[in-house]
């Protein structure tokens, strides 16, 4: 792990100083995530010395958690995405949305579980939620709708097919393998209070904290900074086996969009929030309990990340992890590896200029042994593609994912489009037919 250089920790310090200061937090821990983990970090206000160990309430970082459970479970074959709930936890009013509805708040339920406010009441079972069909609240699939109620669904899925906790899951099957010992359901000391704040004087109330039961996987997590900056590197791609490079990349790449947002865009993956900020995805979770406030994000393009734990309700600018990337972006720019040559997955004589009708692409070999295809010197359908069976490619992302891409000297199949070496190529098979220009 490298430690940030003086001058960027004088600058990561101050603006962690300003924001505990406007935002009036009793409590607030910085830190930068690099190289697998805690390059910085700092603590300001009423903070417990090592900073670094003082647990604070994560909120809805836990359903980052709770997606790594069930993505686990997928990889097992032990479900699929598509399954309904209604397969491995019969009797909801929502049991037709499936389980990749519910990972991407896609299942149109609703937002929060019935009866009373709980996130600030003891919890209870499924059954004691009383669950009833006004608790799907939207179409399947029709838009983005962020559901903590959908992750204690989730949860409760996990539960039953591992036959054990959803806490102990967690606990054995991601934090533990992470390294993250720190990370508990319930608070264990050193742990911060959790404060209101009164909004018109300088003054704070303390606020309650309790057992979440059935809610529990979406949002009770504790954690302390060098646990979270843990889970940074695991968004950054340093999984430690808990899951595949495959089903991370999967787990970031956006589904739902926030609708809502209105500073560049906002989106949803399988238990991650996609966001572009200023040229740059970002990739991570906020969070939000009574008396807590926390975020994480991470820049996988620059392998940096960042996080802020704060015991306050409100106050805190969430933009604060979102300005540390970029102040260290912007002191210490990543170096990137040398270019270096590298064999062709597929003959040259493949690779260069194919047309789509007169719609000029170009078919080029990037690192890690994938291709791309792309429009030429104009916007065009632009994909990457991985190896598949029998020579085949398969595309990984844009508007040709999980299509198959055919090689051939005379013309390119993708997706029963051809494309040609020449512009509509008589030799080639074009469906229709060819004409003389003119």
Request: glycine share 14%; aromatic share 6%; proline share 9%.
């Amino acid at each position: 792990m490298t430690d940030v250089l003086p001058a960027t920790a004088r600058t990561l310090y101050a603006r962690t100083a300003r924001a505990q200061r406007d935002g009036r937090v009793p409590g607030l821990v910085a830190g930068v995530v690099r190289d697998g983990g805690l390059a910085w970090s700092a603590a300001r206000g009423d903070v417990a010395e090592p900073h670094r160990d003082v647990q604070y309430r994560l909120g809805s970082i836990t359903k980052t958690v709770t997606a790594i459970t069930v993505l686990r479970l997928r990889d097992e074959g032990l479900l699929d995405l598509g399954d309904p709930l209604e397969h491995h936890v019969p009797g909801t009013p929502l049991g037709d949305r499936t389980l990749g509805q519910l990972l991407s708040h896609m299942a149109g339920a609703t937002s929060e579980s019935p009866g009373t406010w709980w996130e600030r009441a003891p919890g209870t079972s499924l059954d004691g939620l009383g669950l009833s069909p006004a608790d799907a609240v939207l179409p399947a699939a029709r838009r983005f709708h962020y559901s903590n109620l959908g992750f204690g669904l989730l949860g409760e899925l996990v539960a039953r097919v591992r036959g054990r906790a959803w806490s102990d899951v967690a606990r054995d099957e991601v934090l533990l393998p992470l390294g993250m010992t720190r990370t508990t359901p319930r608070p264990v000391p050193p742990a911060a209070q959790g404060w209101a704040v009164h909004p018109w004087a300088d003054v704070r109330q303390p606020e309650p904290e309790h057992d979440a039961v059935v809610m529990a996987p979406a949002g009770q997590l504790w954690a302390s900074a060098a646990d979270l900056a843990r889970l940074g590197a695991f968004l950054i791609g340093d999984t430690g086996e808990v899951l595949a490079p495959a089903t991370l990349e999967e787990m970031v790449l956006p589904s739902g969009v926030d609708s809502g947002d209105t500073v560049g865009w906002s989106s949803y993956g399988l238990g991650v929030q996609v966001r572009r900020v200023e040229g740059a995805t970002l990739v991570g979770h906020g969070g939000s309990m009574p008396g807590f406030l926390a975020g994480l994000w991470v820049d996988r393009d620059e392998a940096t990340g960042a996080l802020a734990l704060a015991n306050t309700t409100s106050g805190l600018d969430g933009g604060l992890p979102a300005a540390l990337i970029a102040d260290v972006k912007a002191a210490e720019p990543t170096v990137v590896g040398a270019w270096a040559p590298a064999p062709s997955p597929v003959p040259l004589e493949l690779l260069g200029p194919w047309y789509w009708g007169p719609s000029p692409y170009a078919l080029r070999a990037i690192p890690g042994g994938l291709l791309h295809l792309g429009g030429l010197g104009r916007p065009g359908r632009a994909s990457r593609f991985r190896p598949g069976p029998d020579g085949t490619w398969i595309g990984m992302d844009g508007y040709f994912a999980g299509e198959t891409l055919r090689l051939d000297p005379v013309a390119l199949n993708l997706a029963t489009f051809v494309f040609t070496r020449t512009p509509y190529d008589p030799a080639a098979p074009v469906p229709g037919g060819t004409c003389e220009w003119r």
